[in-house]
């Protein structure tokens, strides 16, 4: 089975700009989830999607937001590009059955720098 | 709210040494605890997860863990390292209600030295 695919896998955006980033989870995972990492802040949740709807929701301000479609891939999209938001995007996905135990497969990431 | 506190921001070690990755918890309901593994330029690997049962757990790569409810702990050992298992690795729980939500620590860096 394939992975984890995330694209595009380097971005670089000027602040005030938006941005969309891509996942495709694995054949037949039903969760994305998203996670931002920073060397200030470490790996932070964002928000999980399933069955088109979003599940959990991180702390994180309304300028980031995400969909899933009907095929299970998702998209994130920050708006309003800030100098903090440079950082390495990281989707996961599981099965989805809505279980704390699952294992989570993450994808490389995107990294986005915002000048 | 859980958070994780990983003692350690860095761990350098000779090749063929035995080595100990902290991972200490907060938490006022139950969790799920975990260990991932991000080799440069790529994404989290799980290496593996304490669910209930035996409180040692085995994972990928000869890596295994321990759980200590009493000391809020999960420390991740190997008896012998490798300079392949120079990484990033992250302890991370989720309360074992409800969806699964990761709160990782900040990482250890481990450096294997030949």
């Known amino acids: 089975k394939a992975g984890v695919t995330q694209t595009p896998r380097y971005l670089i955006k000027t602040r005030g700009q938006q941005v969309t980033l891509s996942c495709s989870p694995i054949?037949?995972?039903?969760?994305v989830s998203w996670y931002q990492q920073t060397p200030g802040q470490g790996l932070q949740f964002l928000f999980e999607?399933?069955?088109?709807?979003?599940?959990n929701k991180g702390n994180f301000p309304g300028r980031f937001s995400g969909r899933q479609f009907s095929n299970s891939r998702s998209e994130m999209n920050v708006s309003t590009l800030e100098l903090g938001d440079s950082a390495l995007y990281l989707c996961?996905?599981?099965?989805?059955?809505?279980?704390?135990?699952?294992?989570?497969?993450f994808g490389p990431g995107t990294r986005l720098l915002v000048l | 709210a859980q958070s994780v506190t990983q003692l350690d921001s860095q761990v350098p070690v000779f090749e063929e040494a035995p080595v100990e990755l902290r991972c200490n918890y907060s938490?006022?309901?139950?969790?799920?605890l975990f260990w991932y593994v991000q080799y440069p330029n790529q994404g989290l690997q799980l290496l593996l997860k304490?669910?209930?049962?035996?409180?040692l757990v085995k994972g990928i790569n000869g890596f295994e863990a321990e759980f200590n409810k009493s000391q809020t702990s999960f420390h991740l050992r190997k008896p012998s390292v490798h300079i392949s298992d120079t990484a990033e690795y992250f302890c991370?729980?989720?309360?074992?209600?409800?969806?699964?939500?990761?709160?990782f620590g900040q990482g250890t860096r481990l450096t294997i030295n030949p």
């Open positions: 996961a996905s599981s099965l989805g059955t809505g279980g704390a135990e699952e294992t989570q497969y």
């Open positions: 054949s037949g995972h039903r969760s």
């Open positions: 999607y399933f069955s088109e709807t979003q599940r």
């Open positions: 938490s006022s309901v139950s969790v799920y």
């Open positions: 304490y669910l209930s049962g035996s409180t």
């Open positions: 991370a729980v989720t309360r074992t209600q409800g969806a699964q939500k990761l709160v």
